[in-house]
Nanobody, 116 residues
Framework: VQLQASGGGLVQAGGSLRLSCAASGIIFSSNTAKWYRQAPGKQREWIASITSVGNTLYANSAKGRFTISRDDQKNMVYLQMNSLKPEDAATYYC???????????WGQGTLVTVSS
């Protein structure tokens, strides 16, 4: 199983980015996918989830600004991030696994930098 996150970059505060997560060896529509982030010196933080049936859940820090979605034909998961703030700067990771989240698979991170 491989997960590949992409789409990070430098954006001004208030701007938007869309992160993508491509998978091989695992089908997103049969599993739960999540986005996490980790800022330097901080613990990894869960941001958003999408279940196999398409239910979504967000951390308070993401509600109203971020949207997780999935393209089943492409086997991709996305994180649309709007109204970005400097505190959103972090390395963002996608992960996928069973609903009980035992031994999920992780992708490498993609760096998001937000300038004020």
């Amino acid at each position: 199983v491989q997960l590949q996150a992409s789409g990070g970059g430098l954006v001004q505060a208030g701007g938007s980015l869309r992160l993508s997560c491509a998978a091989s060896g695992i089908i997103f529509s049969s599993n739960t996918a999540k986005w996490y982030r980790q800022a330097p010196g901080k613990q990894r933080e869960w941001i958003a989830s999408i279940t196999s049936v398409g239910n979504t859940l967000y951390a308070n820090s993401a509600k109203g600004r971020f949207t997780i979605s999935r393209d089943d034909q492409k086997n991709m998961v996305y994180l649309q991030m709007n109204s970005l703030k400097p505190e959103d700067a972090a390395t963002y990771y996608c992960a996928a696994g069973r609903a009980n989240w035992v031994s999920p698979y992780w992708g490498q991170g993609t760096l998001v930098t937000v300038s004020s």
